[in-house]
């Protein structure tokens, strides 16, 4: 982004979304980057998407895209999604939300020739400039103030556009802490007051919300001052737990994976009220796993080499390194402990030192040969497994078939 003399702003689009603007400002309409693009370009961050929004309705734009590829999906909220040079360019005719009665989804959405009411349907002041060569920024609401003050505000009452949509409630408090804002007075009362309208949003959607709150700059800060809100959409988690949190996220470094994050806000649950508690979000099975694999193992403390190798035959040969910061983080081990475990991860991989089934110098097959049937079979190959983990047979095949009946049981 830069500015020019006259103080009007250019913001450097990608070539898709320059087509795409050109193409319906050629057939006679307006067209305009919008939303999140416009505040991240602002911003001095690379956007994650381009939105355009236009006064052209649904069937003009699948007429001025016709020779393209395009998306059709969201054709009935206005949305033609054009993908270009492996872009996804979404396009959507100026809008006004109907009215809100389930508090999540607008009743009907009626098009509309003027941008003005397309900003005014958006959430928050830094969501809703626009901005088109030529034009410069659209800013109705003062986003461009707001951004330099850092703070989240929303276009209009907070509480009727939190009553309208709940999921704003999380949207304020994620944008807070990934953009390293602050909600202003009436913003952050309206997200207390209203927390229960999160009742009504989709699981799915608030897990999506949650996750990049919690990878946020801020996170640590807002888990602190929202506790209640956090706590509401993650029960049985009690204020307290989440605060305690916050103090432990505060020494977070950015680069932590998600897992990690999610075990530190439900380290005060057992495992299995954890699990619980997760699966009300409905992560997928391998987020969900991931989280797991931490929580159940936080109290197994063993930095040497068979402790890391049993992390890594139940985890993966990665998991090592993320449980050592899991561990040190929440004070289980110190520094010295987390550099152990990740040399000793280090060295078995360097050497390749058997630390799963599949590493096994014999398998099943050879057992069976042998006389083994049923659970016995399992049974021994892991007896056998962790003999070779502890250094107790080496693993070689005379060795291990010699053992096989040691191993049994
Ligand atoms: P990012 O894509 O970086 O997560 P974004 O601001 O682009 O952030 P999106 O969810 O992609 O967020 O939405 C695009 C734009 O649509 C927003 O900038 C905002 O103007 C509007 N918007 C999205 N969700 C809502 C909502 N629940 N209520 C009102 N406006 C919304
Ligand atoms: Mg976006």
């Keep these: 982004m830069s500015?020019?003399?006259?103080?009007?702003?250019a913001i450097p689009l990608p070539p898709p979304v320059t087509f795409v603007m050109e193409r319906l400002e050629a057939s006679g309409f307006h067209a305009y980057a919008v939303g999140g693009c416009v505040r991240d370009a602002l911003m001095g961050r690379i956007p994650g998407d381009y939105d355009v929004t236009t006064d052209a309705r649904p069937e003009e734009m699948q007429h001025i895209f016709a020779d393209?590829?395009?998306?059709?999906?969201?054709?009935?909220?206005?949305?033609?999604t054009v993908v270009r040079d492996g872009m996804n360019v979404e396009t959507t005719t100026y809008r006004i939300d109907g009215g809100y009665a389930d508090g999540r989804h607008p009743d009907a959405v009626?098009?509309?020739?003027?941008?003005?009411?397309?900003?005014?349907?958006?959430?928050?002041?830094?969501?809703?400039?626009?901005?088109?060569?030529?034009?410069?920024?659209?800013d109705l609401f003062g986003g461009e103030e707001d951004l330099r003050a850092k703070r989240i505000r929303c276009v209009g009452r907070a509480s009727d556009r939190f009553s309208e949509d709940g999921l704003?409630?999380?949207?304020?408090?994620?944008?807070?802490?990934?953009?390293?804002?602050a909600c202003d007075e009436e913003c952050r009362a309206a997200v207390t007051d209203g927390m229960h309208l999160l009742d009504r949003i989709s699981r799915e959607r608030i897990y999506a919300e949650l996750t990049k709150l919690l990878g946020g700059v801020g996170a640590a800060r807002i888990l602190g001052e929202y506790a209640p809100v956090i706590a509401h959409v993650l029960p049985p988690l009690a204020e307290e737990d989440v605060r305690r949190a916050s103090t432990v996220f505060a020494r977070m470094t950015?680069?932590?994976?998600?897992?990690?994050?999610?075990?530190?806000?439900?380290?005060a649950l057992d495992t299995e009220t954890a699990a619980k508690a997760m699966d009300t979000l409905k992560p997928s099975k391998d987020e969900k796993r991931a989280?797991?694999?931490?929580?159940?193992?936080?109290?197994?403390?063993?930095?040497?080499?068979?402790?890391?190798?049993?992390?890594m035959r139940d985890a993966g040969d990665a998991f090592p390194a993320v449980w050592a910061s899991f561990a040190f983080l929440t004070g289980r081990i110190d520094a010295a402990g987390a550099a152990a475990v990740r040399r000793a991860a280090d060295e078995i991989l360097a050497a390749d030192e058997c630390r799963n089934?599949?590493?096994?110098?014999?398998?099943?097959?050879?057992?069976?040969?042998?006389?083994?049937?049923?659970?016995?079979?399992?049974?021994?190959?892991?007896?056998?497994?962790?003999?070779?983990?502890?250094?107790?047979?080496?693993?070689?095949?005379?060795?291990?078939?010699?053992?096989r009946e040691a191993g049994h049981g």
Excluded at 3 to 9: L, V
Excluded at 168 to 181: D, E, H, Q, T, Y
Excluded at 292 to 311: A, F, I, N, P, Q
């Design 110 to 138: 009626t098009f509309t020739d003027r941008l003005a009411d397309d900003l005014c349907r958006r959430d928050f002041t830094i969501n809703a400039m626009a901005w088109a060569p030529g034009q410069g920024i659209v």
């Design 254 to 267: 950015a680069d932590l994976p998600t897992a990690v994050r999610y075990a530190v806000l439900l380290d």
């Design 3 to 9: 500015r020019t003399d006259d103080n009007s702003i």
């Design 357 to 403: 089934l599949g590493g096994l110098a014999i398998d099943g097959r050879d057992l069976a040969l042998r006389g083994f049937t049923g659970p016995a079979i399992g049974e021994t190959l892991a007896a056998l497994l962790d003999a070779v983990m502890r250094g107790k047979i080496p693993n070689e095949r005379d060795a291990l078939l010699a053992n």
């Design 168 to 181: 704003r409630i999380l949207r304020a408090l994620r944008f807070a802490s990934v953009l390293g804002f």
């Design 291 to 311: 989280v797991l694999s931490l929580l159940s193992r936080r109290e197994t403390v063993d930095t040497g080499s068979y402790g890391v190798k049993c992390l």
């Design 68 to 80: 393209c590829r395009v998306v059709e999906t969201g054709l009935k909220h206005g949305t033609l």
